[in-house]
T-cell receptor
Framework: EPEVTQTPSHQVTQMGQEVILRCVPI?????FYWYRQILGQKVEFLVS????????KSEIFDDQFSVERPDGSNFTLKIRSTKLEDSAMYFC????????????FGDGTRLSIL | GENVEQHPSTLSVQEGDSAVIKCTYS??????FPWYKQELGKGPQLIID?????GEKKDQRIAVTLNKTAKHFSLHITETQPEDSAVYFC??????????FGIGTKLQVIP
């Protein structure tokens, strides 16, 4: 069964540095998402992406964050000037259609900011 | 915006018993309600979902019910097995792609 894959599984970064989290969505999917899960808390929506542009974003997704689909397979989340509170699990998800279609999640990248 | 409440936060059941997890939502425009199972070190995996035009859906040992009037939906797992132990999240989609998750329920099935 096709899977969403994320790399790296664990990223350790010094506070203030930039980090890029990478995702390869399922190949025929058109809608891509990033979520964040702080330890012990709920999964929070960050951003959705379709047709090479952001279609929706939450209040968490401020100017510190950006997303990009640099080629036909990768979908990246960039976090600039990382802060301690950015430490969390970041999940990528994709689906082939919007609105009420199941999203397929990757296994996440654990981001630790020191 | 949408607010999803989920309870209980932890649930322990004996193997073979049933488990019920309940969620409420606030936005009457929400129309799609998936349930995810998250095992340690893994991402959320969809286990069942229900749309607003349906009151109940069943898939083997798992069922979901939806009461749109009361704005609540529930997950029912029957004949629980140790491999059902995980964290379960409910979610509500309120139009387009905006989604709100519940806080999660840690289910422990005791052999």
């Amino acid at each position: 069964e096709p899977e969403v894959t994320q790399t790296p599984s664990h990223q350790v970064t010094q506070m203030g540095q930039e980090v890029i989290l990478r995702c390869v969505p399922i190949s025929n999917h058109l809608y891509f998402y990033w979520y964040r899960q702080i330890l012990g808390q709920k999964v929070e929506f960050l951003v959705s992406f379709y047709n090479n542009e952001i279609s929706e974003k939450s209040e968490i997704f401020d100017d510190q964050f950006s997303v990009e689909r640099p080629d036909g397979s990768n979908f990246t989340l960039k976090i600039r000037s990382t802060k301690l509170e950015d430490s969390a699990m970041y999940f990528c998800a994709s689906n082939w259609d919007r609105e009420g279609q199941p999203q397929h999640f990757g296994d996440g990248t654990r981001l630790s900011i020191l | 915006g949408e607010n999803v409440e989920q309870h209980p936060s932890t649930l322990s059941v004996q193997e073979g018993d049933s488990a019920v997890i309940k969620c409420t939502y606030s936005d009457s425009a929400s129309n799609y309600f998936p349930w995810y199972k998250q095992e340690l070190g893994k991402g959320p995996q969809l286990i069942i979902d229900i749309r607003s035009n349906v009151g109940e859906k069943k898939d083997q040992r798992i069922a979901v019910t939806l009461n749109k009037t009361a704005k609540h939906f529930s997950l029912h797992i029957t004949e629980t097995q140790p491999e059902d132990s995980a964290v379960y999240f409910c979610a509500a989609f309120g139009g387009y792609q905006k989604v709100t998750f519940g806080i999660g329920t840690k289910l422990q099935v005791i052999p």
